[in-house]
């Protein structure tokens, strides 16, 4: 296969050919050549690969760079995206040959671990990724957004040395600074989340009008007090009113990121009871998210769950040593990995009281819990528990006691979320 349709990455000159893969496999109905500037600030050409029949393309996939939390720590994450083959070409196993290549080069060394956002489930599990992070999706209706504030709120944020939370609209973009610093100390308190550089930012803040699809243009709150800000909200409103003359906008929350839960109340608290608008709506909001829980009634969040972050195991050894682990852990661990045959076997994981410093080596010893890759991926950041996919048959118990274990040990509060799709 890989010499019907030979897999290189691309130049500069190429790169219209890539980015047009993606724009027919994705059904775009954005401009493409404003998307394809957009794209390419953050593109990187050395980890694109790109499959050929002849001169044209017909298949695409690239690597970013990132640094991403994971349990205790940051660690170097290859994000895989731009995947697409030509509908022209599909089931003709040219992503599979892009995959195999893509993770033989990530073999070869730099990260330990992949990550993907899919657009269908169904797609990477083949290829060893397993599901490590889920997202919420939250539409809250006007009236509906009651909030029960706990009183100890304030004398918590007190005892903190918080001051009382002020919110501030600003234009997003001019504020990148602000929600810079926000977010930065964000990053290492949840695992999922990236590092964000200029370039990133500039994506994230981006909001061009083929991006805003009916919607007004971005703007903007900050949570702050006299220390500085704690906490904003991104959004957009598209505002409407119906048949009866009663308005009823949608206000859409684009990102919302709060470090201490007076800001998280505030920002909500205004959001849900803004005029004019019918229905506040989230997406890519955590599972855990503080908002259920100051919510009177949860269930008026209209709670959607859905897979977010896929993962990937690439280095068995330094992927499970740099994470940290919830308490002390000692278990043979047998993996299968059918195209990365390096991870296959036994590996001897030890981590002390605290769950740092661990190590992972290789060993003849028995093996204690047998999984496949796909597995380990799934649980490398906290959120899916090795127990849930051992009842589902994704995991297995060869010593009693052992995979329980092994499942406290991997998993994290907070649950992973990712907050942004690449
Ligand atoms: C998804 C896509 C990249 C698959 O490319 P392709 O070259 O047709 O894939 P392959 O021929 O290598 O198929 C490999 C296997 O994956 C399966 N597969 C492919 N697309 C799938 C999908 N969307 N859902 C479930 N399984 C899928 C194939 O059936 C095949 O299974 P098999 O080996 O059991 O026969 C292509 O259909 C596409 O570009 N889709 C639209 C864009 C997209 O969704 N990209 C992924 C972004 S995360």
Same mark, same amino acid.
């Given at each position: 296969?890989?010499?019907?349709?030979?897999?290189?990455?691309?130049?500069?000159?190429?790169?219209?050919?890539?980015?047009?893969?993606?724009?027919?496999?994705?059904?775009?109905?954005?401009?493409?050549?404003?998307?394809?500037?957009?794209?390419?600030?953050?593109?990187?050409?050395?980890?694109?690969?790109?499959?050929?029949?002849?001169?044209?393309?017909?298949?695409?996939?690239?690597?970013?760079?990132?640094?991403?939390?994971?349990?205790?720590?940051?660690?170097?994450?290859?994000?895989?995206?731009?995947?697409?083959?030509?509908?022209?070409?599909?089931?003709?196993?040219?992503?599979?040959?892009?995959?195999?290549?893509?993770?033989?080069?990530?073999?070869?060394?730099?990260?330990?671990?992949?990550?993907?956002?899919?657009?269908?489930?169904?797609?990477?599990?083949?290829?060893?990724?397993?599901?490590?992070?889920?997202?919420?999706?939250?539409?809250?209706?006007?009236?509906?957004?009651?909030?029960?504030?706990?009183?100890?709120?304030?004398?918590?944020?007190?005892?903190?040395?918080?001051?009382?939370?002020?919110?501030?609209?600003?234009?997003?973009?001019?504020?990148?600074?602000?929600?810079?610093?926000?977010?930065?100390?964000?990053?290492?308190?949840?695992?999922?989340?990236?590092?964000?550089?200029?370039?990133?930012?500039?994506?994230?803040?981006?909001?061009?009008?083929?991006?805003?699809?009916?919607?007004?243009?971005?703007?903007?709150?900050?949570?702050?007090?006299?220390?500085?800000?704690?906490?904003?909200?991104?959004?957009?409103?598209?505002?409407?009113?119906?048949?009866?003359?009663?308005?009823?906008?949608?206000?859409?929350?684009?990102?919302?990121?709060?470090?201490? %839960?007076?800001?998280? *109340?505030?920002?909500? +608290?205004? #959001?849900?009871?803004?005029? @004019?608008? !019918?229905?506040?709506?989230?997406? =890519?909001?955590?599972?855990?998210?503080?908002?259920?829980?100051?919510?009177?009634?949860?269930?008026?969040?209209?709670?959607?769950?859905?897979?977010?972050?896929?993962?990937?195991?690439?280095?068995?050894?330094?992927?499970?040593?740099?994470?940290?682990?919830?308490?002390?852990?000692?278990?043979?661990?047998?993996?299968?990995?059918?195209?990365?045959?390096?991870?296959?076997?036994?590996?001897?994981?030890?981590?002390?009281?605290?769950?740092?410093?661990?190590?992972?080596?290789?060993?003849?010893? %028995?093996?204690?819990? *047998?999984?496949?890759? +796909?597995? #380990?991926?799934?649980?490398? @950041?906290? !959120?899916?528990?090795?127990?849930? =996919?051992?009842?589902?048959?994704?995991?297995?118990?060869?010593?009693?006691?052992?995979?329980?274990?092994?499942?406290?040990?991997?998993?994290?509060?907070?649950?992973?979320?990712?907050?942004?799709?690449?």
């Amino acid at each position: 296969m890989t010499d019907a349709y030979p897999i290189r990455p691309v130049t500069e000159a190429e790169f219209p050919g890539f980015h047009a893969v993606d724009f027919e496999a994705f059904n775009s109905r954005w401009p493409e050549d404003q998307v394809r500037e957009f794209e390419k600030v953050t593109f990187e050409f050395d980890r694109s690969l790109a499959a050929f029949d002849g001169s044209l393309i017909v298949g695409s996939a690239c690597a970013y760079t990132f640094q991403m939390s994971v349990p205790g720590t940051l660690a170097p994450v290859a994000g895989v995206s731009a995947v697409g083959v030509l509908p022209s070409y599909r089931r003709r196993g040219i992503l599979t040959s892009l995959m195999h290549r893509q993770l033989a080069d990530l073999s070869e060394g730099g990260e330990a671990v992949a990550a993907l956002f899919a657009s269908e489930p169904g797609i990477y599990g083949r290829f060893g990724y397993g599901v490590s992070s889920m997202h919420s999706r939250f539409s809250v209706r006007r009236g509906e957004g009651r909030m029960m504030i706990p009183a100890a709120l304030e004398a918590a944020a007190e005892q903190g040395g918080l001051g009382p939370v002020r919110l501030r609209s600003v234009a997003a973009e001019p504020a990148t600074a602000e929600l810079a610093k926000v977010y930065e100390q964000a990053v290492p308190q949840r695992p999922g989340m990236l590092v964000r550089d200029d370039r990133w930012w500039q994506n994230v803040l981006a909001d061009p009008d083929w991006y805003r699809g009916g919607n007004g243009p971005q703007r903007c709150i900050v949570a702050e007090d006299s220390g500085g800000p704690r906490g904003y909200a991104v959004y957009c409103v598209s505002p409407d009113w119906d048949t009866e003359g009663l308005p009823s906008g949608t206000l859409t929350v684009r990102e919302l990121m709060a470090l201490d %839960p007076q800001a998280s *109340a505030a920002l909500w +608290a205004d #959001l849900l009871t803004r005029d @004019l608008v !019918g229905e506040v709506t989230a997406r =890519l909001r955590p599972v855990d998210d503080p908002l259920l829980y100051l919510l009177a009634d949860m269930r008026r969040a209209r709670a959607r769950v859905s897979d977010g972050l896929w993962v990937r195991i690439i280095d068995i050894a330094a992927a499970l040593a740099q994470r940290h682990y919830a308490r002390e852990v000692d278990v043979v661990i047998e993996v299968t990995d059918g195209l990365l045959p390096a991870n296959a076997g036994r590996w001897h994981l030890q981590a002390g009281a605290g769950g740092a410093g661990a190590s992972c080596e290789r060993t003849s010893a %028995p093996a204690d819990v *047998a999984l496949p890759v +796909a597995s #380990l991926g799934a649980a490398y @950041l906290g !959120g899916t528990r090795l127990g849930t =996919l051992a009842r589902a048959g994704l995991a297995a118990e060869l010593r009693p006691g052992t995979l329980a274990a092994l499942s406290t040990a991997m998993s994290w509060d907070p649950v992973p979320w990712s907050p942004m799709i690449f």
